[in-house]
Nanobody, 125 residues
Framework: QVQLVESGGGLVQAGGSLRLSCAAS????????MGWFRQAPGKEREFVAA????????YYADSVKGRFTISRDNAKNTVYLQMSVLKPEDTAVYYC??????????????????WGQGTQVTVSS
């Protein structure tokens, strides 16, 4: 069982940066692959980034590639999403999620087993 708690959201101007954190509980945290998703009002939840630390594979949505970076600090049981050059279209509730490192379908929300409660990111123009 893994419990996830996101933080770090807020209001930022376009072009700015934010770093989201996802604190995880559970001794087996380091064995999980982690992902970030987001959901804007009236839209479906969409994939943002994921990383499988067992093989180093990293996945990013085309819309955030080159601007967002997913990382992890195992000592702190925390996953981060560094977001730079933010755009108004990045406005959404951001969720972190955990899954086993095996299998495929990294961009599908259904492939993830554990979810945080979300943190709001608002980018003003």
């Amino acid at each position: 069982q893994v419990q996830l708690v996101e933080s770090g959201g807020g209001l930022v101007q376009a072009g700015g940066s934010l770093r989201l954190s996802c604190a995880a509980s559970g001794r087996t945290f380091s064995s999980y692959a982690m992902g970030w998703f987001r959901q804007a009002p009236g839209k479906e939840r969409e994939f943002v980034a994921a990383k499988n630390w067992s093989n180093g594979n990293t996945y990013y949505a085309d819309s955030v590639k080159g601007r967002f970076t997913i990382s992890r600090d195992n000592a702190k049981n925390t996953v981060y999403l560094q977001m730079s050059v933010l755009k108004p279209e990045d406005t959404a509730v951001y969720y972190c999620a955990a899954r086993n490192p095996y299998g495929r379908n990294w961009i599908l929300a259904d492939a993830y087993d554990y979810w945080g409660q979300g943190t709001q990111v608002t980018v003003s123009s």
